[in-house]
């Protein structure tokens, strides 16, 4: 009945690329040549970590900006992706990685992270607020203690290093511009499938269901069953980016999914913002450069190097004290002033 | 399946069954017994009135029709089926709508995306992720629903600007979503400028002849002039039923109306 198609259903948005700025594809077209003029700690490091890191909130911010449920077991989900593709595959723990080749254990490594997420989600869901939050950390911190201590299974606190990517189609995926490269699709890809499912019948029944559940379930929606619906949608950009994270590094550990990281996740949304697909992404660079380049700030005031996670947490506190809507937030403000009607005082056109 | 239910329902329009049978329905919170054995038959298409005084239990009973609390005694069936422990979102696919007192929209999206959510609701499909076509049947409805509420001028704009009143316009526009069969208005004219009133008035009397309605209101003007049946009610229990002459002209109904207008 629904016919696969490009329009949407407001009017002034009536062409999917006319209303499209210029700035948007330049900034899509200096993405693409990047790896042209940038050195390869650029392009793996800042760049490739700021995509996987940004997919990983992708999925924390299509929970919580058009769901409103706060999930900390989103970084969990990455982790747990990261560990079926070391288990199954291959790494150099031999005595428990499989040897799978990539077509059987990257479908499993999706498969079981959406399987964990709908359960983790189905838990979650019948909760609000900080009790949504309790459950997910509580479900992450298992996670952390349960991979620590299992040593059949996850190799226990050494976890596995040696997980390369598949040499696919001849290429070693974790040359820099290679893996750039491949951490940009799928960055792009799944920020692209959450802007169009965030107008999809599923997308909106979400946001509803934020605004007011009471009110969709008196509309026929089954509100429980959209909300753990969107648990297994979010798993595959984390569990995505999960698998590129333990790629990167070459290695997963207990430590990749610790408490410490599932904490950085949701400080990565907030700085960015919830509002829109973008931010994750903003506020995953933001912090990346913070913690690439902090210790060098902090070194070169005297002061110890170890100690940039005072910046980041000193930078969070300003975003959100000034800006609820994080940094994404801050630039719609920007932008409104410059909107101002000098005579009135009010906006010139709505956002 | 669904035009079969469908099918079914006009087939029990026609004669066979009720739209609505309350029997016994009994609500109690704790010590409060909010409704104590309401009991109530509405033909289909029928427009009913229920007055009362605040705390007189028509937001509960609504509560208990919709499914947002489970009676503590008594059975609900609509159009002959026994909907007493569906959960909402069931009993709205079977042709139930509301609106509510405050209304709760979705003040986050659009007026076309609320009104958009309410077509959607009771269709097939509700986890697309596809997104709707321009010809989607859902999206042409709410198109039209939002010409039917007048809200035109505001279609794209996002429901937290809108006015009370366009806020009040929008509830009625989302419970004429879909195909309803009876609608439940818990005060649609409370807040409204009499022009506006008047519409809503309107809107009501021109609804088609198989749709039938349960409205709660304050204003007596409003109530008998889109209700040919009125049912009174005080401390949770059916107090009078009647024509709505018959009632006006009551006088323990008057000295009931009147002693709360003065209280």
């Known amino acids: 009945m629904a016919q696969v198609v490009t329009t949407e259903t407001t009017p002034q948005s009536r062409s999917m690329f006319g209303r499209i700025p210029a700035a948007y594809w330049l900034f899509g077209a200096f993405l693409l040549v990047l790896p042209s ?315 | 399946m669904r035009s079969g239910v469908q099918v079914s329902g006009r087939l029990s329009a026609a004669g066979a069954s009720n739209a609505l049978e309350l029997r016994g329905v009994t609500k109690r919170f704790g010590a409060l017994l909010a409704l104590n054995d309401v009991s109530m038959t509405l033909r289909p298409g029928e427009r009913r009135a229920v007055l009362g005084s605040n705390g007189a239990g028509k937001t509960t009973l609504f509560n208990c029709i919709t499914g947002d609390f489970l009676p503590t005694a008594g059975e609900i069936r609509l159009y002959g089926e026994d909907i007493t422990v569906f959960p909402p979102q069931e009993r709205i696919r079977r042709g139930l709508r509301r609106t509510y007192q405050i209304s709760l929209l979705f003040a986050g999206l659009s007026v076309l995306d609320n009104i958009y959510l309410a077509c959607r609701g009771v269709l097939r499909r509700r986890f697309s992720m596809l997104r709707p076509g321009r010809n989607e049947p859902a999206l042409l409805s709410a198109v039209d629903l939002v010409e039917l509420a007048h809200l035109q001028e505001v279609r794209d704009s996002l429901v937290s600007h809108l006015s009370y009143g366009q806020q009040r316009q929008l509830e009625i526009a989302m419970a004429l979503a879909g195909a309803p069969r009876l609608l439940l208005l818990d005060e649609p004219a409370a807040g409204l400028s009499p022009n506006e009133r008047q519409a809503l008035v309107e809107i009501l009397q021109n609804l088609p002849e198989h749709i039938g309605y349960i409205i709660i209101e304050h204003d007596m003007d409003v109530a008998l002039r889109v209700a040919e049946f009125v049912t009174m009610m005080h401390n949770g229990r059916v107090f009078k039923e009647g024509n709505p002459r018959e009632l006006e002209n009551d006088a323990e109904v008057q000295a009931l109306y009147l002693g709360e207008v003065d209280g």
């Not at chain 1, 070693?172 to 965030?198: G, I, K, Q, T």
């Not at chain 1, 990565?268 to 380049?293: D, E, M, N, Q, T």
């Not at chain 1, 700030?297 to 190097?305: P, R």
């Not at chain 1, 809507?325 to 056109?349: F, Q």
């Open chain 1, 37 to 351: 003029f940038a050195s390869n700690f650029v392009m793996y490091q800042i760049f490739g970590w700021s995509f996987i890191l940004g997919m990983i909130a992708l999925s924390l911010m299509f929970l919580a900006g058009y769901g409103g449920m706060f999930s900390l077991a989103q970084m969990t989900v990455a982790g747990l992706a990261g560990y079926v593709v070391a288990i199954c595959g291959t790494s150099a723990i031999t005595d428990i990685s499989q040897n799978w080749p990539w077509y059987v254990n990257i479908p499993a490594a999706l498969l079981i992270a959406a399987i964990f997420a709908t359960v983790v989600g189905w838990l979650a869901v019948r909760t609000e607020g900080i009790y949504t939050i309790m459950i997910t950390l509580a479900v992450a911190s298992a996670f952390f203690y349960f991979t620590r201590q299992n040593y059949v299974l996850f190799n226990g606190f050494s976890g596995f290093n040696g997980v390369f990517p598949p040499q696919l189609f001849g290429v070693d995926w974790r040359h820099p511009v290679a893996f750039y490269y491949l951490s940009l699709f799928w960055a792009a890809f799944w920020y692209f499938a959450v802007l169009y499912v965030s107008r999809s019948p599923m997308g909106l029944a979400l946001q509803g269901i934020r605004d007011n559940p009471r009110r969709m379930s008196a509309l026929g929606f089954d509100v429980t069953a959209h909300r753990v619906a969107a648990y297994t949608f979010a798993a595959f950009p984390a569990a995505i980016g999960g698998i590129l994270l333990t790629w990167q590094s070459a290695q997963i550990s207990p430590g990749t999914a610790g408490v410490g990281p599932v904490i950085d996740i949701l400080v990565i949304a907030v700085i960015g913002g919830l509002r829109h697909p973008v931010g994750p992404f903003v506020g995953a660079f933001v912090y990346v450069i913070l913690k690439s380049f902090s210790i060098d700030i902090l070194v070169a005031l005297g002061l110890g190097g170890e100690r940039f996670q005072l910046l980041i947490g000193l930078g969070f506190l300003v975003i959100v004290f000034w800006s609820p809507d994080g940094l994404l937030g801050l630039w719609a403000k920007l932008r409104d002033l410059h909107r101002r009607d000098p005579l009135i005082g009010r906006l010139v056109r709505r956002l």
